[in-house]
């Protein structure tokens, strides 16, 4: 389970903004480490963004990415080992989610278990809330 935390702001301003949790799988822990690992120059810290944006069939979608720095007004979450930095908007679809490394016939890949979705398209990288 993640560390819960608030957002970053201000140093020294106490903020009343909720925490937020998301769950990462052993396997996409593993795999997120590979990634970092094999970027090199990356500071210490450097940590995986994770966000929803506008798109795909059903409204939004995930959005994994390696940046060096958390901005102003992120959460950041410690996850095993490994920064989460997720952004204001993105922290209302994201509270509680499970992210997995999971690899079968198909392919590998990340995949998410979102208890906020209403509804996911037919080939579940977008869903609705």
Request: with cysteine; net charge negative.
């Amino acid at each position: 389970m993640s560390t819960q935390t608030t957002p970053t702001g201000t140093p020294g301003v106490t903020t009343a903004a909720p925490s937020m949790t998301l769950h990462v799988t052993d396997p996409a822990v593993v795999e997120i480490k590979k990634f970092m690992e094999s970027e090199e120059g990356l500071p210490e810290t450097a940590g995986l963004r994770v966000r929803v944006v506008p798109g795909g069939c059903s409204g939004f979608q995930y959005s994994l990415n390696i940046e060096e720095d958390s901005r102003q007004g992120d959460f950041i979450l410690d996850e095993k080992g490994v920064k989460l930095f997720v952004d204001m908007f993105s922290a209302q679809y994201l509270n509680g989610v499970q992210i997995d490394y999971v690899t079968g016939v198909m392919g590998s890949g990340f995949t998410f278990t979102n208890p906020n979705a209403t509804g996911s398209c037919g080939c579940g990288t977008s869903f609705t809330a």
